[in-house]
């Protein structure tokens, strides 16, 4: 391995996927049963995280939604003060917190215990959330020394299986979709400097970057806008494709960059007009995409970098790689260590 944490550990992702899948599939889990069970009784199911671990959710609850199970998913903290008095006798929580103790989410455990049923989803199985969530499912990401890698995509891993587990699809289903991943980032690992240089020189020295995406594809974006700010600390942000229409690129200008996620689906149309729409007012474009999509032939204003093809509500796990890499060679150029936060923590203990 090489001497960089942050690198370490995305090239970690393909054993934490595989330590998932032995947890989960290969071996009985009486918790992630009896989670889906307690979801199979619950109107509506509620999950709530911050940042990434709200973002994590986006696959699932896409997924939940289309079966006809009403979900929703809110921001730990303005759940916490603004919506949680008087929760449904009905509702289930579903915890996200990868440290399992950050400020908001032990409050809302001292709030709820008792009062609703708490699924935590978390890595730290000695945290405050496993020893007070009534079923804890762990993401066996193992220790995190760098920020913005293993643990977002082993979090989404988790909550796709717990949505399996919740519509009573088979879990071999889910497994056969993990091993796929497993292979396919393993492959997208093979020459990835190279294939990811020229993406990189079309970030670089931006003013401005906006990442968007739509439905599962829309975690990639906030993901991937969160790891850009944190590694190589540059000023960008990460929104849903269609608010992104409604008048917000009024400011965009011929230097600034935007990056669109299309894993394929319903949206794809729609996502792909985007990138033209951005391209004719001027400003390039960088699309991710697992579809055989092209764009006006120019280097320096569109580019598109390929991911393997994916079915949609599984692509964000794949998809987050490519820019969690990246980050990382942006950082290095700026003179970062990659992973290493100057100011914030990797828990955050304070509202």
Known sequence: MVQNNFLNEVLE?????????????????????????????????????????????????????????????????????????????????????????????????????????????????????????????????????????????????????????????????AGCQIEQLIDQIVNFFHEWESRLTIAVDFLENAPYTVFLGRGPGLATAMFTYCVFREVPKIVCEGMGAAAFRHGLREMLRPEHRAVIFDPGGKTSPLLVNLALDILAIGTPVLLITNQDTRLPDHPTSSLVVRTPLQVESWAPILDVVPGQLMSMMLAQRKGFEPGKLLICSNVTAVE
């Open 13 to 173: 992702e393909p054993q934490v996927l595989d330590r998932i899948y032995q947890s989960y599939i290969v071996q009985e889990n009486p918790a992630l049963e009896l989670a889906a069970g307690v979801i199979r009784r619950s109107t509506p199911v509620l999950f709530a995280g911050m940042c990434t671990s709200e973002y994590a959710c986006y696959p699932v609850s896409s997924l939940l939604s289309q079966a006809g199970v009403g979900n929703f998913v809110y921001d730990a903290s303005e759940y916490l003060h603004y919506h949680s008095n008087n929760p449904s006798g009905n509702t289930c929580l579903v915890l996200v917190s990868q440290s399992g103790k950050s400020a908001e989410i032990v409050h809302l455990v001292n709030k709820l215990k008792g009062k609703v049923p708490i699924i935590g989803i978390l890595n730290d199985g000695t945290s405050y959330l496993a020893q007070h969530a009534d079923i804890s499912l762990p993401i066996f990401a193992g220790p995190q020394l760098a920020c913005g890698s293993k643990t977002n995509l082993s979090t989404m891993a988790v909550l796709m299986l717990l949505g399996y587990a919740s519509l009573e699809k088979p879990l071999s289903e």
